[in-house]
Each structure stands twice: as C-alpha cells, then as structure tokens.
C-alpha cells in the first residue's frame, strides 16, 4: 500500500498550499474528529456527518445543504451542493437551465446554445445506502473538505464546470443502526459482528428494489432529485462489496441491459466508468473490475434514473467488518460471477490485487480516488453532456412520435378502482406527463369512455414509460453459442398494471383526434366523494371486497370498535353491485367515529338502507408476524404492508416461541417467506453444509422442538397459521401434537412440495408474473379474479392428495395448462402445469393458509394483497 501513502501525501500538499487561514477555519476531518474517517474501530453516525457537513456549510461559499426529505424514522434527509462559489450562488437558475434542457424537446438552436454555455454539470452522489457499506460516506467528509479548501487551480476549473449535489447518507436510520451495533461490540469477542435486523425501519437491504414502486420516504425522496426537482445530467450510487473479490466495480456492467435505452447513454455510463478505472489505475490502485456481476435489465435500484436519460452509474467497493480490518489470504481471492469468473487477470480485470490486510481507510482511499474521477470527467465533457441531456430528450420525444406503443390508456372503469388511482399518481411522482380524456374517444379501433387517463409516449422518459407499463420479455442471451444463458441480477418483472391488477390498454397507432380531447393531470387523481356521514335512517355502509383500500376499512372500523361484517353473497345495492366477501360496517354510539373513517379511505362507500342477508361478524385478529434476526426482509416488508393498511401485530422471532403462549395470545402467525433451516435452528444448510452468519449466539436461535411444540398447541386448538414462499417447507416435512406427557401424534397434512424434483427436471423462474386461476366463493379468494398473476420465484410448487380423516385440503390457485407466462422468464412451463399455487389445508380445528408465491412481494403486488388480508380475517372452525 506504499502508493496510496504517495496518493495522500500529494493531496496533503495540496491543501497547505491551499492557505493556513482556510485550513483553520475549515477543520479536516482529522482535526475535527480527532481520527481519519476510516481508521481501525472508528465509525462516524449520522449526526457526526451531517454536523461537520453543517459546519462547512456555514463557513465555505463552496457548499450549501438543504433538506430533501426525511427518513422513514424521521430523520432529517439533505444533499449538500458542492461547486465554485459562483454556481452556489445561483443554483435556482442553474435549476432552471437542468429542466429545461431535460424536458424541452423544442428549444431553438440559439437558445439552447446560451443554455449549454451557462448551464452546469449536475452530478448527484448518493452514498451508503446499504448501511454496512460504509467507506463511501465515512470516506466523503474528506473529499467535501479538499474542496472547500483546495487551490489546485485545476480542481477549481472542475468545480467551475460541475455541481456535486451529494447525499452523504442515503438510509440515515440504518447507518445509525449499524454504527451503534458496532460501537456495542467493538473490542468484544464479536467486534464487527453483523446487524441483528434489517438496516432500515422496513425493508434493508431492499431499499435498492424500492425505485419504481416508491414506497419507502427515503427512496421517495432521493428519486424526486431525478424525476422532478434537480435533473442531475450524471447520477452515482455507492456501494460496498464482498471483501473477498475484486476491490472496486466501475461501470460498465454486464448483459443482460435493457432494450429501453439508446446506445448514446449507454456509451456516457461507459466513459465514465472506463475514465474512472483508468483514473484510478493511475493513483495506484488495484483490483479494478468492470463489465463483471451487475447488469443494467432489471429497474428498481436507485439508477432506475437511468431510464430517464440521467447517465447513472454503479460502484462497488470490497468492505471490512464495520471499521475492524480483514486479512484476505490469497487462496481465498475469488471473482466467480458472470464477467470475471476467474480471479486472474482479464480484459476487465487488468490488475488483480494479490489479498493480504484490507482496511476501512483502504476502501475510503479507493472512494476518494473515484470521487475525484467522477468530478474530473464530468468537468471534462460539460458541453457535451449538457447537449447530450437535450439532445436524448428530443430523440425520445420524436420516438414516441413514431414509433409504437405511442399511448398507454387506464380506462375508470377498473376492478380496483383505488389501485388505479394509486398507479396514475405514482406515475406522477416520477415525472411523467399524464392526461385524462375529455371525452369519450377512439384510439387504435377502441372506444375509451371519458375520465380514461392517457400516457402518451411521446415525452421525454418515454424510457421508463415503456419500462414499466409494458410486460417484460427477457432477452435471452449466451455466453458462448448454444451455451448457458446470462441470467439477470435480480426478478424479470414490474410491470405495473399487471403487479397492480390494473387495466392498461396499449395503442400502436397514433391518434390526432384523441390528443385534441385530453387534459393534462396537474394534480394527484382521486375518485369522486362518497357519503362522508350516513344518511338518517341507513343502517351502515359497504366496502367492495375488490378493493385493497375496502381492508383498510375494515381494520380502520375493527379498531375503533365498529361492528363490523362481511356479506357472504353478492348484494344490488341501486347500480352497484357488491361481490361476495365485501364489508358491511354499522356506526357505532359515536356517528363521528364513521364519518372520519370515511374521510379517510380512498374509495367512496356504498350505503345500505337496511341489513343485508348472510352477514359473517369478523373480528379484530391478534396477529403474530415472525421475523428472524437474519436480515429477514421479506418480514420487513410484510411489517411495512401491514402498518401501511392499519393492521395491526406483534414480531415475534423464533428463539422466543418457546416461551410464547400462541394458543392464549394470538389468532393467527404470519411467516413470511425465509429459510426452513433459519427458522428451525437459526442456520441456513446448502446442500449437506450449514452455515452461520456473523451474528452473537442469542441471534443465533431457531424454534426448536420446544417452540414448535408451543405452535402446534396453538396450531391444535384452532389457531391459522399463514405461511407463504421458503417458510412453507416447516410445515411440509410431516408434524407432530404433543398429547399428554409422552404421547405424540405424528401427522402429514395432504400437501406436498414437488419444487426440487420440478427444479431437476428444469423448472426455472427468475421472479416473473405467472398467471393462476382463482377459486371463486372462497372466504380466501373474496374479491379475487377467476384469474390472476401471482409473482413467484418457482418455489415450492404444491401437489395435494387424499387428505386423512382428519384433514382436508382446498387448491385456492392453481396454474393453467397452457400460456403460464405473463410477464419475465419462465424455463419448464410444462413443468407447472396444472400445478396448485395457494392451498388452505386444515388437520382437526388447526387451519394452514401456504401461498408458493410472495402475496406481498416487495410491497409491489397489490393484484395479490386480497389473499393475504382475506387470509388475516379468515374465521377459527
Ligand atoms: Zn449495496
């Protein structure tokens, strides 16, 4: 590491130069701190950063940080502008020039000249979003200060040229998270132990999955940056990495890409991850990989910018235990995925570094060494990359001019209708232009009645339109002819509507007459009113069970005491016909209690003048949710649906069932979809090995047959317990009810999983929209479609039989015979067919909802909440 002792010392004699008056005003961080961020054992938090960014805020003209959000447990969330004090000083009409030259395809040739000419390079960093991948943001307090205070004349051309807006944390509360874990095992036998949680309120690792769904405020706020407030010309997202592999990932990725996006961005992503490979070649650093593991096909990450014209780029860099260093033996070094599967030198990964200690300073040098890249290259082509911005807007706009789809159309009339009110707004709030037809109106040979809400492809993130209204087909391909396919990096399908079970017609000709009748949408969509108080003599409302938002409703009344029911039957009520399953909800002694549930809820109720026939009284469930300590996302996920619709549950993790009374507290256990072998013994098992993470044994503790014999009991007296994905396979492999003292009775519930013999005979799915046909008038599929898509990863994959005496068994979803595939990639179609996806299965009073798919899937499958929230309401036999 002798060099990059020689990278520091240069830059130290820079910042002399820069004045002695500058530098005592203008703390380093080593003064400030008292340490080097990234030295052994030290880890700054979110205050400490934010304080010492605040501190260089107020005493450099260089910098100025304002607030862009704040983070799902409330913290404050800011970028902070760096550039020469001129452009601080007129960031609004900097702003200005961004969104003109990303949104306006008509700019007159001079015009857009002086524009190229006044305007800036915008270059947004966001750092650390995965809160254990910490060089980048520990490492970024040094870089800001070099800024504040340098006289290279060479960097202060840069600054001239280029604003870094920054965000110094991306997952403020899950830095915080890690950095006190670390702080509570530093010097202990578990120093740089991992996180016993997700590193986030929700969904942890998963905030990187979040950018086309937007659910979490984080990710909301980072992508208002791209979509509509800055229009940052350049985007970087930084991360961290095994710390047994190549040192640092620049761009390029790897196939598979998108078809979405032209060649000319692809060819900027591409300048800039080459300058930076080569820009840190030169200072030294080895262990550079490009075009190696991560692809650019799959949108959902913080680069889905990407799909609208930002040139957004990926970095990786190898981590350490927390601020603790790792020695990496050389026998150890390994690439192993597609791109570099060797760890030897290639075409992409042209100086292997040869493994020995690995420290946090190391990785933070490496980060400066990028950062300094990133600001250098972007200076370099400002003018081009300025034009470049307007120029891709103008050939999107003439694309969606002449070629199709050139609309996409939401009809109203919608089976749920508060989905597609939610789907038109989260396309707002990522920029699109989106208009509702005036009138009733003919596009492509279809009538669309007035209200229809037209997305014409005709504007600038015509990428992302497509992207995410259109169904995915994988491309396939190979890494040798007629060899293995290149897999993706993560699902193959988001299609919004079909995720959301929403209509969207697509129109392949273009249509003069239909864009004289539309009105652009400036406002959130929202359905018309419904009653707001309950008319004198009415005996209740009704919500439609097709509506997610009619659960919200339900459990809103549950909680404030309201009786309420589900009608069995479907019910006319004047020209609304409410289908089985939907909620009756009576006002209880306090009419104002009603009247603020229905200010509340997004789609309007129905009155009933008098009690309908079959109603079923349901109850507020006491619901336990088990979460492992094994950064158990699909869990977080499920807390976050669960809070977002008012439903209210306890986490309970598998070490402490034994000591839980399920029978006496709880009505229903949720697992969400995680390892069998996790939840047994609090380990995973690959094949014959165990493994075991880096966590101190008291988060080490599975169920045992002690907290297994707890949920049976509570499973034997009439308990529902809801399994769905990994976790069915504890309640596959044959159970057991304690009955007396030394009396066991061995079952087998009439359901099987076929998935690993399926898998060797070639059953593959790489996260793709499947379709299902749905059993009608099952209290489990109220409010479901005869047919549906479920999102599935192609495990388990149920076969049921002849049920004990006993037992019984009902297939909820099965998958048809033919045209399974409806969205993403799908090898062995054959292989599902006629296959059961969802069985309610029951053994004496005890009943088991198992779902082969994720019902919740990244908080990105509304089509499939009802299963899931039918399935919390369920009624004991
Ligand atoms: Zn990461």
Redesign the pocket.
């Known amino acids: 590491m002798r060099t990059i002792t020689a990278i520091l010392a240069v830059c130290g004699g820079v910042l002399v130069a820069s004045g002695a008056l500058a530098v005592a005003a203008l703390p380093s961080p080593q003064t400030h701190f008292g340490f080097a961020p990234g030295a052994d054992g030290k880890l700054l938090d979110y205050e400490q950063i934010v304080g010492y960014l605040k501190l260089l805020d107020e005493r450099s003209p260089r910098l100025e940080m304002r607030q862009i959000g704040t983070s799902p447990l409330g913290k404050p969330m800011y970028v902070v502008f760096v550039s020469a004090d001129e452009n601080i000083a007129r960031l609004d009409e900097l702003h200005a020039i961004n969104r003109r030259l990303a949104l306006d395809p008509e700019i007159p040739e001079a015009e857009r000249a002086g524009l190229v000419a006044n305007g800036r390079v915008f270059v947004l960093e966001t750092l650390s979003?995965?809160a254990n991948?910490l060089a980048p943001c520990q490492g970024f307090l040094q870089h800001a200060w070099e800024l504040a205070t340098t006289a290279d004349p060479a960097v202060l051309a840069q600054l001239a040229n280029v604003v870094l807006m920054v965000v110094p944390a991306h997952n403020p509360d899950g830095l915080d998270m890690v950095v006190e874990n670390y702080r509570k095992y530093a010097g202990t036998p578990w120093d740089g132990a991992d996180l016993p949680a997700v590193y986030h309120r929700y969904v942890g690792h998963d905030n990187?999955r979040d950018f086309v769904t937007l659910t979490q405020e984080d990710s909301r706020a980072i992508a208002r940056l791209t979509s509509s407030e800055w229009f940052p010309q350049v985007m970087v997202e930084k991360?961290?990495m095994g710390g047994s592999g190549p040192r640092f990932y620049c761009p390029p990725s790897h196939d598979p890409i998108t078809e979405n996006i032209e060649a000319g961005l692809w060819t900027w992503i591409a300048t800039f991850g080459t300058s930076m490979a080569r820009d840190m070649h030169q200072d030294g650093l080895t262990g550079i990989a490009q075009h190696w593991a991560f692809d650019d096909y799959w949108p959902g990450s913080t680069e889905t910018c990407i799909w609208k014209n930002v040139v957004g780029l990926l970095t990786e860099n190898a981590t350490v235990n927390g601020a603790s260093p790792i020695f990496v033996e050389p026998t150890e070094l390994v690439a192993n995925d597609k791109g570099v599967v060797e760890y030897a030198k290639s075409v992409n990964f042209l100086d292997p570094w040869p493994g020995g200690w690995w420290r946090l300073g190391d990785a933070v040098v490496y980060e400066l060494s990028s950062f300094r890249s990133l600001l250098r290259t972007a200076s370099t082509y400002r003018e081009e990359l300025l034009r470049f911005r307007n120029d891709i807007c103008r050939r999107e706009v003439e694309r969606g001019r002449t070629q199709a789809p050139y609309y996409f159309v939401l009809p109203p009339t919608q089976r749920d209708r508060g989905e597609w009110v939610k789907l038109v707004n989260l396309l707002l709030e990522h920029g699109i232009q989106v208009y509702t037809a005036t009138e009733r109106v003919t596009a492509g040979g279809r009538q669309f009645e007035a209200g229809s809400v037209v997305v014409p492809l005709a504007q600038p993130f015509r990428p992302f339109i497509k992207e995410v209204l259109e169904k995915q087909r994988f491309p396939l391909r190979h890494f040798t002819p007629d060899g293995e396919i290149i897999r993706p990096y993560d699902i193959t399908s988001w299609s919004l509507p079909l995720h959301r079970g929403v209509t969207a017609e697509q129109v392949d000709v273009r249509a003069p007459e239909l864009e004289k009748r539309l009105r652009r949408l400036e406002a959130p969509l929202a359905l018309p009113a419904g009653p707001r108080e309950l008319p004198a003599g009415s005996w209740g409302v009704a919500f439609s069970a097709n509506e997610n938002e009619a659960f919200r409703a339900a459990f809103a009344a549950l909680k404030a005491g309201l009786p309420t029911s589900r009608i069995d039957k479907p019910l006319a009520v004047g020209d609304v016909t409410l289908p089985a399953g939907s909620f009756a909800i009576r006002p209880g002694a306090d009419p104002r209690t009603l009247s603020k549930l229905l200010g509340e809820i997004g789609v309007p109720a129905t009155v009933l003048a008098a009690e309908p026939a079959g109603l079923r009284q349901v109850k507020l469930p006491r619901i336990a949710l088990v979460e492992t300590f094994f950064h158990d996302m699909d869990a977080g996920w499920t807390r976050y649906l669960l809070d977002s619709y008012g439903v209210p549950f306890q986490v309970v993790h598998p070490g402490d069932f034994d000591k839980t009374d399920f029978a006496k507290t709880f009505d229903l256990v949720i697992f969400p979809s995680t390892d069998k072998n996790v939840l047994e013994q609090g380990r995973y098992k690959s094949q014959d090995h165990y493994y075991l993470p880096d966590l101190p044994p008291e988060f080490r503790k599975g169920i045992g047959a002690k907290g297994m014999e707890k949920l049976m009991a509570f499973f034997d007296t009439g308990g529902v317990i809801l399994a769905w994905g990994r976790s069915c396979g504890l309640f596959l492999d044959g159970l057991e009810i304690q009955r007396g003292k030394d009396v066991t009775e061995d079952f087998r519930l009439p359901v099987s999983d076929i998935g690993d013999e399926l898998g060797k005979k070639g059953l593959d799915v790489t996260g793709s929209w499947l379709r299902v046909k749905v059993l009608q008038d099952h209290p489990l599929t109220w409010g479901m479609p005869p047919e549906s898509g479920v999102f599935s990863r192609g495990r388990p994959v149920f076969r049921t039989g002849q049920p004990a005496p006993d037992a019984d068994r009902r297939v909820l979803a099965s998958f048809p015979e033919h045209d399974i595939l409806l969205s993403g990639y799908l090898e062995g179609e054959k292989l599902l067919a006629n296959t059961a996806a969802a069985v309610w299965t029951r053994k004496g009073k005890g009943q088991l909802v198992l779902y082969a798919f994720a019902p919740q899937f990244r908080a990105s499958t509304p089509a499939t909440y009802k299963l899931l929230f039918n399935a919390l309401l369920l009624p004991r036999l």
């Open positions: 979003m995965h991948e990187n991360h961290g």
